[in-house]
């Protein structure tokens, strides 16, 4: 029952703009973009000196410098690291004016870039959705043998890959676990993804699709 309550409140929380997807990838929360209307602080951040490049694929808004201003508030690197480029791209504008945009963020010492989704409208920018996968390699390999030493995962690992870790932020984990960041390490073809805590070197939840 724990686990179909916390299932519900993921739901919840993709809200009305997700495509149906199926239990597991529900059940993987790092595994699709997460929804949810809100930004980063400042303190999230520790940015509010912009040392990357913000490029605009195609011809950008009139008010891009405003728009770029408020992006270096909204977006963060995992700490230790620091993004280099940053590029942003309009995937739709709706009849009401609002404008959509696909955000992709890099960083030279990490292997994927972070994907951030944002609104525009009557001047302001309200992020919607995010994929972060920009982490270290010595910390994604750190938080994937935390999180096979959790038994539950253990046992589910028998001929599974390569998991996928991504970076959850404080507003999504505080829906499972406390309003902190976190990581999902994820194996999709054992349908099992755990939630870890490096502060406390510890999975505070598991999700599984047996269950």
Known sequence: MRIKARICAL????????????ILIIIAISTALIIGA???TDTETGNKDRSYT???TGTPPVDHKLIE???SHQI???PGTGYDNVTVSVTEKDEDGAMHFRV?????TCRYPDLYDFAYRNRELIQTGYLLEAIPETTRQDAIGIAMQHPEIADALSGAGV????????ETSAKFYVAKTCLSVTWADASVSA????????????WSGNE
């Open 69 to 71: 201003a408020e992006l």
């Open 163 to 170: 998991p996928t870790v991504k970076r959850i932020l404080p």
């Open 104 to 108: 992709s963020a890099t960083s030279p």
């Open 11 to 22: 739901f919840s929380f993709l809200g009305d703009n997700m495509e149906k997807i199926s």
């Open 76 to 78: 963060a690197p995992y």
């Open 54 to 56: 913000i490029v605009w």
């Open 195 to 206: 939630l870890v805590d490096m502060d406390s070197r510890s999975v505070v939840e598991v």
């Open 38 to 40: 809100g930004c980063i």
